[in-house]
């Protein structure tokens, strides 16, 4: 502990702050509180100034993981802090000391690539900076990050500034390419096809790359043509 301050009267904080202590209700010999006496130090102004060594710090990690509180000693916790708060200063120091510690994987509820559609959009937000111009019509507009791949992976690379138009368009044209291609795998897999009902799905197949409005009916209309081999 630091040296602390000679000459502090019986009656204020012996950590040198200046401020009043409280007169002790009771004895208590390994505190060093004699009742009707002041205390020595206000509630936490005893540690101010001690360090402890590395090895000191890692002891005393090593002794609190894996331990549990009852259910009791949290109720009184939880009891001891109503009605107590922080001033404004000491939040705003205990917030700087902790901006950018618990970020990322840092984090204890990171989740990685495990999260939804708006959480990693979020994320892309707060790791690529927005220029307002569609890297597609190359016009200044508003724009949205699109992921490329519509994998949705945590990879900045993946993602492409675009307005709401070409956005818009690169979505509908990956959609038909889905559709397209898991109808495909379903030709593909189903046993003792003929060959026209392979013509028939091609035709389905070449209507839906060419942006056909009716696309859903079609696509429903060749499963179950699929599914019950009827062909009208």
């Not at 004895?27 to 060594?53: N, Q, Y």
């Not at 970020?103 to 204890?108: A, C, H, I, R």
């Not at 009716?214 to 062909?231: C, E, H, Q, S």
């Amino acid at each position: 502990m630091k040296n602390i301050p000679p000459n502090i009267p019986l009656g204020l904080c012996q950590c040198g702050c200046g401020q009043k202590t409280n007169i002790s209700t009771k004895t208590i010999p390994r505190l060093g509180h004699i009742k009707g006496h002041p205390v020595r130090f206000l509630p936490g102004h005893h540690a101010r100034g001690r360090t402890h060594s590395p090895e000191h710090r890692a002891r005393n990690s090593a002794s609190q993981r894996g331990r549990k509180l009852t259910d009791e000693t949290k109720a009184k916790i939880s009891a001891s802090k109503i009605g107590r708060s922080s001033s404004l200063d000491t939040r705003t120091k205990m917030s700087l000391k902790r901006k950018g510690t618990r970020v990322g994987e840092d984090n204890p509820v990171w989740r990685g690539d495990n999260v939804g559609y708006r959480a990693i959009h979020t994320w892309v937000a707060n790791h690529k900076t927005k220029i307002g111009i569609c890297s597609d019509c190359g016009k200044e507009k508003k724009t949205h990050w699109s992921n490329i791949d519509h994998t949705y992976r945590r990879d900045l690379d993946d993602y492409t500034e675009l307005c709401v138009k070409c956005h818009r368009r690169y979505d509908s044209e990956l959609r038909k390419l889905a559709e397209r291609e898991e109808l495909r795998r379903e030709l593909e897999t189903e046993r003792n096809t003929t060959e026209s009902e392979v013509q028939r799905f091609r035709e389905a197949l070449d209507v839906i790359a060419l942006g056909d409005l009716n696309r859903g009916p079609l696509i429903d209309i060749a499963r179950t043509a699929l599914a019950t081999k009827d062909y009208v």
